[in-house]
C-alpha cells in the first residue's frame, strides 16, 4: 500500500545518522506527490556517501523494497524483500518488513500467503511493544485488507475498521475504506459498503483506490437498482 508504507520508509532512511531532518522531510513529500523519481534520486544519493557493509547492504534492500512497494511495483518489491535473509533483520524493523511483504502480496493476488506474512507482522509488532498507533493501523490494515481477499471478510472488515479509526494520511485511509467496502459488499452489507466506498473517496479522491471506491459505487449502484 503502498500507500501504507510511507512513514516507516522515512524513519528507516531515519536511522543512518548522514540523512538529515530536511533530507528525511523531503523524501516524505516526494513520495506523497508521486514523485518516485524524485524520492529514488534522493536515496541514490544518500547510498553514495554511505560506507559500504552487510548491514548497509541489507538496510539499503529494505528501503528499495518498500520504495518499490510505495509505488505499486509489488512483483518487484516482492522479489527485493524475499531476497532478505530475514533472520538478519533487526527486530525493530521486522514488523514494518513483514508489513511490506504482506502488502505487495496481497496486491499481487497471493492473499493466502499475504495473511500469514500479515500475522506475523501483527504477532512482531505486539512482541516488540512500541508500535505506534499509525504503525498499527499500517499493519492491521494490511492483514485485514489480506483477508478480505482471502475470502475471510468477516475478520477482515472488524481489522480494517479499527485500522481507519486509528487514523492514517489520507491515501492510506483511502485504501483501508476501499477494502472495507470491498468486504462489506463480500458479506452482503451493501449499504455499509456504499458507505465505506464514499469515505475513500472523499479521503483521497484522486489516489487509485479512490478512484475504485469511486467505479465501485457505480457499479454497486447499477447492481442494486
Known amino acids: 500500500m503502498v500507500v501504507l508504507a510511507v512513514g516507516f520508509l522515512v524513519y528507516l532512511i531515519g536511522v543512518f545518522v548522514w540523512l538529515t531532518t530536511r533530507a528525511k522531510r523531503r523524501v516524505d513529500r516526494l513520495n506523497e506527490s508521486q514523485d518516485y523519481d524524485g524520492a529514488r534520486k534522493l ?14 547492504t541489507r538496510m539499503f534492500q529494505l528501503v528499495e523494497g518498500t520504495q518499490l512497494c510505495i509505488e505499486a511495483r509489488y512483483p518487484e518489491a516482492i522479489s527485493v524483500l524475499s531476497s532478505l535473509d530475514v533472520a538478519k533483520v533487526k527486530a525493530a524493523f521486522l514488523p514494518a518488513y513483514l508489513n511490506s511483504l504482506a502488502w505487495s502480496l496481497a496486491l ?3 492473499a493466502a500467503e499475504a495473511v500469514l506474512r500479515a500475522r506475523e507482522c501483527v504477532a512482531a509488532s505486539e512482541a516488540g511493544g ?13 492483514l ?14 472488524t481489522l480494517l475498521e479499527e485500522a481507519l479509526a486509528l487514523r492514517r494520511n489520507p491515501r492510506g485511509q ?12 463480500a458479506l452482503g452489507r451493501y449499504d ?14 484522486s489516489t487509485e483506490f479512490g478512484q475504485r471506491a469511486t467505479a465501485s459505487l457505480q457499479k454497486l449502484a447499477a447492481y442494486r437498482s
Request: no cysteine; aromatic share 6%; proline share 6%.
Open 144 to 157: 485485514g485488507t489480506a483477508l478480505v481477499l482471502a475470502g475471510e471478510a468477516d475478520e477482515g472488515v
Open 43 to 56: 536515496m541514490k544519493e544518500l547510498r553514495a556517501v554511505y560506507p559500504v557493509s552487510p548491514e548497509a
Open 174 to 185: 483511502a485504501a483501508h475504506a476501499f477494502f472495507l467496502g470491498e468486504g462489506m459488499r
Open 108 to 110: 499481487s493476488g497471493n
Open 130 to 142: 512500541k508500535a505506534t498507533p499509525l504503525q498499527r493501523a499500517s499493519h492491521v490494515g494490511t
Open 192 to 205: 455499509e459498503a456504499a458507505d465505506a466506498y464514499r469515505r475513500a473517496v472523499a479521503e483521497s479522491p
